[in-house]
């Protein structure tokens, strides 16, 4: 047994692993090889890459248990800048020399068990120093397992705690260990990085991260030995790798390689001496960051005497500035920004002292003082502010921005509190609201970076928000609640919750959008705290009591927060009986659009909603226009990773037709993070009193007084609350408000008073004027910095890798206008004198614009720079100089302005990259390196396979064929270069386009140097060079050009202008001469002679080839050898100028009809003839199938046609039109089928062809004139002239465009006419004579499957080859738009010519479509319409509408004729505003409130009886103004009277009132119209009651026909608000009770209480109606009754509550519902009335 222990004892002390740990012994140093370099740039051979190298000696030695000492020496730092791996590391000297300074002195740190603890350094030590020091120490950091050979944990290092894996391979024979470790550098808990400018980009923690565009890791390989005395670490190996793919390409990336090599040497005796110095505790092995946090990514500056620099910079920046020098302006406006940064508080006011009255200084000061964001630049801006330095323009500009680029600590924070209480301030309102938004995005960013936000910083909101409730302040409390907003931080919840009625039911007073303000609110606190605000959005979303828009902004801000799918199927559940339509149509459109989303962080939320809009989509998914919607449009590639949407929230309010709210939205995504870009709102409140008469004292009528008195009878009834006219907007930029307004009448008052002194708007416009008067001249320009962000992680060596992007914008202009008016404005000015004035303006206006855009991989300190630097820069640059004199009497226009006199860029783009090496020591020597190399000749590797021949391959037209039938389409007239370089790495290619008559000639140049060669990534074509420019050169020609004129004429004098014009001396005779004489000069000026007789040639031509065989439809357009519309087949048919026969025709099918013929040809492959038939039997109809089989057809006889069409799809049906459905008519009917015949086709050339010059009876409306005055020449250009012919049913319009001189007869030609109230055509043709190239279009309407339709045709006969091109590029993807709009398509031939859509109104809200394309069919049933299209489907065609009405103008009457609302009362049917039908009896002689205004206006009231006499006639009573009309029927006659007075019906009465009423005898009533007031029009006959009010009515009306508000799931509301259960009980609660002894009814609603014993809670209980019942008065019994539901309030049988007491028992709770009996009519045989 003991043997066994003893064997066991010996096993497990020889299988205990050594330690490992590195130990350095007391008394010995320790000395090591240290090299360590880092490289930057692209993978791959032969591109440049820059980086550095530091070698150098160490000695290591222990001086205690844990302290060890650290001496460097020689060190050595070298540039590497050129093509990596020929070119050599170059040294340098100077930066050698400044760290070997610095590591001049020993370093102390902590070692123990292989972990670096806390590292000393000397006192004046550089950051810099002390990470290389971090970065050697890094590799020492070895954490030993002993019982593990593999195993994982988080080890502190160099970059923070990351997650590493150790493998141990122990050699233990020869006592030899090798360790390896590795780390994930995107796995770390807390990492060493550093982000500047990105506070408002969000990043997306749940995304996977192998996705990253940002990848990271490192690798330790140490060879140790061990013995006895502890293990040694003979050499350490370390290798890092960022690889950053910006559009998350594999092999788009580029590469940060970063090495370490540590070697033993030898091991001394001697000890390294004590430091002299005392040593400062600089920290643990984590990087510090904090020189490289100052510079920017900008070439470097060498600092010594700041004041005096920024003083050279500023000077210098003006005078590039006045030299149009723009892209130095944009590199010295950034050099400024980087000294404003260094500069003390008082050199910046002696600066300042220096510029401040330099206008050209002071807006570059001002602009660097924002973009620098320092704490002394900002406490510089607030004194300047608080001592009213700035006037109130500058300040508005400055502080936005200030704000948004200051850094964010303690002592900002606390400038930025002292802007909230600064007077100056104070006092202008637009300043306060920007200090109080800034300060809140301020907040923001400041408690992002810890956290635990302090309360003191919020304290100055809350205070605010508690100041404005206390006072009642709505705007205040508006901005406190935006502030809050920006700031997003969950403390400031409870101050929310106090202005939500939902929570606080003092809020419920607010104005609706404090209550909209105070939920958007939340949205940025979701980010932060999602379950809270989730938590209080529902509970908002679910308060049936608020007002929609509140409820839909809080389904905003629910969806913010991601719930997930309980929470969505909660909301789902609730919309199924939501009784606001608005909500739940909002709710269901933003469900629909975020279930369409690809989002990765809305994949969760895209889910629950997908299956939400299952549960909800029977009941919303067809809801109209009227009801609110959020649109969505976005994408997002997944291989990219990188997408962005917008979204609009169209929030409708029951009181407006159109949508009260609207917020639209863009947010972009990118690399797995969320940016809202911009965000702008629009809400407005009672706009349509704007448009409406004004000044109209309705509170004086008699009718206010009524319906005032009224409202004491209806029980519960008020009038809606008071809304004055109201616009607030908001704008978020990167999801912070910058800015908000509420524009009122007040507002604009203000603002027009402090700019002129009065409200009245006449002198703002004088004095407007008068200023425009006296000139504008000076220069402008406007720096600002766009954008600095910048990400900043440690690699191993201890140096910084920075990725960097800054960009400055510049726009700059120069002015000098002078106008000059005639005759000068009178003292008593009218804005219409302006139309009778002549002006003369002189202007020289140059703008300029310039962006300069810097983004940087690499190394980015103070001491010296090396990596990748990318540029871009687009500048735009145009002059326009020019006279004009405006004749606003005679209507003429003159503009005269000088050709090209020098070659200008008008707009550039340059981008390029380099490989930059610098240095602090050698600024001036910075070494740059293009990353392509210049000349060389890539390896036959690189260089692509050349065939000898090409072959044609099927589809290859998209590779080869375009970019040559582009390049054919720019050589006419132009000049042109191509180069390309062996491997495809250079382009250059120019082309021009000539305008010889206007003396210039417009370039495109573009070239193009990039490395996508190597690897066709999106990133590699991007580095490299690109230079695309537009250029304005001058063309020399015989004669010089003195100076371009353009003249514009309108009116009589039109005509003469163009004869001037044409004749080499003016006659002034020309203006009195006959109108005859001016048109035939006109024609010959103009050529339309030449035209006429081509057109007339071509129609007589044709005219003689179908009197030959009128089988053969030609192609009227074409020219005499111009190929015609080819038919459906592979062939097409052409005729020859001498009518020959080009071949014959297959007879393909017939067509009989009764009385008819109906021609029609279609061509076939075998070249056969085709001809008609005529027949007298019944119709049919004829469709294709199949779709290789086009001749085979499917014919009906018409008694079966209804059912044929339910089996036909969609695109085999015929448009027939309107206008061919006369029986007496001879016409072609077209097929929109696969047999489409061209005689159709001929129907548009026939009317088309026969161009009636307009000129020949109508004088030209407009003429206009663009000429190049030549000094010794006639003048050349263009002339145009358009005639207009506006007969009723016939308008007609014609365009002639011509060259003015010379024998060229280029003319362009178009004419657009109605043909009759059912067509309309229009053609454009141009070339020489117009003949060259045609398009001629039709738009018809008629009936398509028995729905009313519209056809829209498009011919093209010829048309120039760049047409053809991008029609055929454009044609390549309708397939796939088709496919994802969820369109069906099919492969079928047409007309190779003609393009055909058929849209058929199948109801008012849906449609058929067909799309029939060359080679293509496109089509869809039952597409939803944005508008509903009122329409009757299935009317007889053959009935066609009365020639005078137009049916399209009758379109656009009939949408607008939608918006409004009608009421109708047919017998028991009721129709109300809403559109909600029921059945109601009206008892007898009872009056019922049908309608009335319920605004505070209170303007009419309209009210109704059934009478007595028979239960088919009623009696109205209309209320307006002063005016009391009654309309009934007495002895079968309408009668009429007006204030108690007997008025005539056959003679129209007129109102003399301030609002206008009419009443007049239609048809067999009366109508009423009084639009003032709201009542568009009242139609009565005695039998039937209809009621229009105009739209701004809307949710302004109550009574039986609704509240005119959408809300048809409320449409039953009695005038207390309270929902009745029936229609009858809703019909009965509008009621007018009368004196029961003076008037005819004896009905009134009364309370009642249920009689029967009710268990109630299981007690005894006695029940009262929360509403009254219809009963009998007093002394009177029913003789009819109706059952009725009601709702009851219980109480225990034993309470005191009774009927006599109880006033408003519809405040109460509604327990029970049960039926009772409601009268309708009584006997009053016993009632008792005073004698």
């Known amino acids: ?436 938004l800034g300060y809140g995005s301020m907040v923001n960013k400041y408690c992002a970076q810890i956290s635990l936000c302090p309360n003191e910083l919020l304290q100055p909101l809350h205070d605010l928000a508690a100041e404005a409730t206390s006072k009642g302040d709505a705007k205040d409390m508006a901005l406190a609640l935006k502030a809050i907003g920006n700031a997003g931080e969950p403390a400031s919840i409870k101050r929310i919750l106090k202005l939500l009625p939902t929570f606080s039911p ?202 005032k008195e009224l409202g004491k009878t209806l029980l519960g009834w008020k009038e809606l609350p008071p809304e004055d006219p109201l616009v607030s907007a908001y704008v978020k930029v990167l999801g912070q408000e910058i800015a908000f307004a509420d524009i009122d009448k007040d507002a604009i008052q203000q603002t027009m008073t402090s700019l002129t002194g009065s409200s009245n708007w006449q002198p703002v416009v004088k004095k407007v004027v008068e200023e425009v008067q006296r000139g504008i001249s000076g220069r402008w320009t406007l720096p600002a910095m766009v954008a600095e962000l910048r990400h900043i992680v440690p690699t191993v060596v201890g140096l910084p890798l920075e990725l960097s992007l800054c960009s400055a914008a510049l726009a700059q202009a120069a002015a000098n206008v002078d106008i000059q008016i005639s005759p000068p404005l009178s003292d008593n000015f009218r804005p219409s004198q302006l139309l009778e004035t002549n002006m003369d303006i002189h202007a020289d206006i140059k703008p300029k614009a310039h962006f300069h855009m810097i983004a940087m991989m690499g190394i980015n300190t103070r001491y010296f720079q090396s990596g990748l630097e990318f540029h871009a820069e687009f500048s735009a640059n145009t002059t326009m100089k020019f006279d004009a004199r405006i004749n606003m009497k005679e209507k003429n226009v003159k503009i005269e302005t000088p050709p090209c006199r020098q070659e200008v ?27 392509l190399p210049k000349g060389e000749v890539p390896s036959i590797s690189d260089q692509p396979f050349q065939p000898s021949e090409r072959s044609p391959r099927p589809g290859s037209w998209k590779q080869s064929n375009i970019p040559s039938v582009i390049s054919k389409g720019y050589q006419q007239g132009s000049e042109e270069a191509h180069h390309h370089s062996v491997g495809g790495r250079f382009y250059t290619g120019i082309f021009c386009r000539k305008l010889e008559s206007l003396g210039c000639s417009a370039c495109l140049s573009l070239k193009s140097r990039n490395s996508a060669f190597l690897r066709n990534t999106y990133l590699h074509k991007l580095l490299g060079e690109l230079e695309a420019k537009i250029v304005l050169k001058p063309v020399h020609t015989d004669a010089d050009i003195d100076k371009i004129q353009l003249e514009i004429q309108a009116g009589p004098k039109a005509a003469s202008k163009i004869i001037d014009v044409a004749s080499s001396e003016p006659k002034e005779e020309d203006e009195t001469s006959p109108h005859e004489d001016i048109q035939v000069k006109l024609k010959k000026i103009l050529g339309i002679e030449n035209v006429l007789k081509v057109a007339n040639k071509t129609r007589h031509r044709k005219k003689r080839i179908l009197r030959k065989d009128k089988t053969v439809v030609t192609d009227l357009w074409a020219e005499p050898s111009a190929t015609p519309l080819s038919s459906s087949s592979s062939s097409s048919t052409a005729s020859s100028a001498d009518g020959k026969e080009a071949g014959n025709e297959h007879k393909k099918y017939e067509i009989r009809q009764s009385g008819k013929k109906r021609g029609s040809s279609s061509g076939s492959s075998g070249g056969r003839r085709s001809s008609s038939s005529v027949s007298s039997a019944s119709s049919k109809i004829c469709s294709s199938s199949g779709e290789d089989h086009s001749g085979d057809r499917h014919c009906s006889g018409h008694s079966e046609y209804s059912n044929q069409q339910t089996d036909l799809p969609v695109y085999q049906f015929w448009f027939k039109p309107a206008d061919e459905q006369d029986p007496g008519r001879e016409v072609l009917n077209s097929s929109i089928s696969s047999s489409s015949s061209s005689a159709s086709d001929g129907g548009i050339s026939r009317a088309i062809s026969q161009p009636k010059f307009l000129g020949d009876s109508k004088p030209p409306i407009l003429a206009a004139v663009l000429r190049a005055i030549h000094r010794n020449e006639q003048p050349t250009g263009l002339q145009f002239v358009l005639y207009t012919d506006t007969q009723p049913m016939r308008l007609r319009i014609q365009m002639f465009v011509s060259s003015i001189t010379g024998p060229r007869r280029w003319k362009l030609c178009a004419d657009a006419s109605v043909i009759n109230s059912h067509k309309a055509t229009g053609s454009l043709k141009w070339g020489k004579d117009c003949q060259d190239y045609q398009i001629a279009t039709q738009i018809a309407t008629g009936q398509f499957a028995a729905y009313p339709a519209m056809q829209m045709k498009l011919e093209w006969l010829k048309v120039p080859s760049i047409v053809r091109t991008t029609a055929r590029w454009f044609y390549s993807f309708l397939p796939g738009a088709a496919y994802v709009l969820g369109y069906s398509q099919r492969q079928q031939r047409g007309p190779s010519h003609q393009a055909t859509l058929v849209m058929a109104l199948t109801s008012p809200r849906t449609c058929n479509v067909v799309l029939k394309l060359p080679e293509l069919t496109i089509y869809d049933r039952a597409i939803r319409l944005p508008l509903p299209f009122p329409s009757s489907p299935g009317t007889a065609t053959s009935t066609l509408p009365s020639p005078d009405r137009n049916v399209f103008s009758q379109a656009t009457l009939s949408i607008i004729e939608s918006f409004k609302a009608r009421c109708s009362v047919f017998q028991n049917m009721i129709t109300t505003f809403n559109g909600v039908e029921f059945n109601y009896s009206m008892p007898e002689n009872c009056y019922h409130v049908l309608v009335q205004d319920c605004s505070p206006e209170l303007k009419f009231l309209v009210m109704m009886k059934r009478l007595e006499e028979s239960a088919d006639l009623t009696a109205i009573n209309v209320r307006l103004a002063s005016h009391e009309v009654d309309m009934y029927v007495s002895n079968g006659l309408i009668q009429l009277k007006i204030n108690g007075v007997q008025a005539p019906t056959d003679v129209p ?118 509403e009254p019942v219809l009963h009998c008065v007093e002394g009177c019994s029913a003789t009819r009754t109706v059952p009725v539901s009601m709702g009851f309030h219980c109480v225990p049988a034993d309470s005191t509550l009774n009927l006599e007491g109880q006033i408003r028992l519809d405040q109460k709770s509604e327990d029970i519902v049960s039926t009772v009996s409601a009268h309708t009519a009584c006997s009053c045989q016993h009632q008792s009335c005073p004698a």
């Open 1 to 436: 047994m003991k043997g066994l222990v003893l064997a066991l004892v010996l096993a497990l002390v020889g299988g205990q692993k050594q330690d490992l740990e590195p130990v350095f012994h007391t008394g010995k140093t320790y000395l090591y090889g240290y090299e360590s370099f880092i490289l930057h740039g692209l993978p791959g051979r032969g591109l440049a890459t820059a980086g550095v190298r530091l070698t150098c000696k160490l000695e290591i030695s222990r001086v205690s248990r844990s302290d060890h000492l650290l001496q460097i020496r020689s060190p050595k730092l070298e540039e590497y800048n050129g093509f990596w791996p020929t070119d050599p590391f170059a040294p340098s000297s100077r930066l050698t020399e400044t760290l070997a300074a610095c590591f001049s002195q020993a370093f102390k740190f902590e070692y123990t068990e292989g972990r670096v603890g806390s590292i000393f350094a000397p006192e004046d030590c550089p950051i810099l120093c002390t990470n290389l020091v971090r970065g050697i120490l890094n590799m020492m950091q070895i954490t030993i397992k002993k019982s593990q050979n593999v195993y994982e944990l988080q080890e502190a290092g160099i970059e923070g705690i990351c997650q590493t894996r150790y493998v141990i391979q122990d050699d233990s024979k020869n006592s030899r260990a090798t360790i390896s470790k590795s780390k994930d550098l995107t796995d770390c808990q807390e990492k060493a990085v550093k982000n500047m400018g990105m506070a408002y980009i969000r990043p997306c923690p749940a995304c996977p991260l192998k996705v990253r565009n940002i990848k990271g890791m490192v690798m330790f390989t140490y060879k140790m030995k061990y013995g006895d005395s502890g293990a040694l670490m003979t050499s350490a190996v370390s290798e890092q790798l960022y690889q950053i793919s910006p559009f998350n390409e594999p092999n788009g990336a580029a590469v940060m390689e970063a090495r370490q090599e540590l070697s033993l040497v030898n091991i001394k005796r001697t000890p390294i001496s004590a430091p002299k110095t005392q040593l400062q505790n600089q920290g643990s092995l984590r990087y510090h960051f904090s020189g490289e946090l100052l510079q920017m990514p900008i070439p470097l500056i060498r600092i010594k005497n700041p004041d005096l620099q920024l003083t050279e910079t500023l000077r210098q920046l003006a005078q590039n500035n006045e030299e149009g020098a723009t892209k130095e302006a944009s590199a010295k406006f950034l050099q400024v920004v980087q000294l404003f940064r260094i500069v003390t508080l008082d050199q910046i006011e002696s600066l300042w002292v220096q510029f401040a009255n330099d206008v050209p200084y002071r807006h570059w000061f001002l602009s660097a003082i924002c973009a620098a964001g320092a704490t002394d630049t900002f406490r510089f801006l607030k004194q300047k502010i608080h001592e009213e330095k700035l006037n109130i323009w500058e300040a508005a500009a400055t502080l936005p921005l200030a704000f948004h680029f200051v850094t964010p600590n303690k002592q900002t924070l606390d400038i930025a509190s002292h802007f909230l209480t600064c007077p100056q301030i104070q006092k202008a309102p637009m300043h306060r609201i920007i200090a109080y």
């Open 506 to 707: 003092a809020a419920a007073s607010l104005p609706n959008r404090i209550h909209a303000d105070a939920v958007l609110a939340l949205r940025k606190i979701a980010r932060k705290d999602p379950a809270k605000v989730r938590e209080i959005s529902l509970q908002v979303f679910m308060d049936n009591t608020l007002a929609p828009n509140v409820r839909m902004v809080a389904c905003v801000v629910l969806f913010e927060t991601k719930p997930a799918l309980p929470t969505v199927t909660a909301m789902a559940s609730s919309l199924l009986t939501e009784p606001s339509l608005q909500v739940a149509s909002f709710t269901y459109s933003h469900m629909k659009a975020l279930a369409v989303g690809r989002i990765p962080q809305l994949y969760n939320l895209s889910a629950a909603c997908n299956i939400a809009i299952k549960l909800l989509s029977p009941r919303l998914d067809r809801l109209s226009y009227r009801y609110s919607k959020v649109i969505h449009v976005g994408d997002y590639s997944s291989e990219y990773q990188a997408g962005a949407i917008w979204r609009v929230y169209l929030m409708n309010s029951p009181s407006t037709m159109f949508p009260s709210d609207i917020i639209t939205k863009v947010r972009g995504y990118y690399a797995n993070t969320a940016t809202d870009i911009i965000e702008v709102a629009l809400r407005s409140q009672s706009l349509t009193k704007l448009i409406r008469k004004q000044n109209i004292p309705f509170a004086e009528y008699d009718t206010y007084k009524t319906l």
């Open 1549 to 1666: 009465y007129t109102s003399n009132s301030d609002a206008s009423m009419l009443i007049s005898s239609e048809k067999e009533g009366l109508s009423l119209k009084a639009p003032d007031y709201g009542i568009d029009k009242l139609y009565y006959d005695g039998h039937r009651l209809e009621i229009q009010v105009a739209f701004w009515m809307a949710g302004k009306t109550c009574g039986i026909c609704g509240k005119y508000d959408a809300e048809t799931e409320r449409e039953y509301q009695m005038p207390s608000g309270y929902l009745a259960k029936d229609a009858v009980s809703f019909g009965q609660s509008w009621i007018i009770s009368e004196d029961p002894c003076a008037g005819a009814c004896k009905l009134q609603c009364k309370f009642v209480k249920i009689e029967k014993p009710v268990a109630f809670e299981k007690k005894a209980a006695k029940c009262f109606s929360v």
């Open 905 to 931: 860029e008008l707009a550039a783009v340059r981008s390029e990259v380099y490989a930059i090496s610098r240095n602090m020591e050698e600024v001036d020597s910075e070494k740059k390196s293009q990353l």
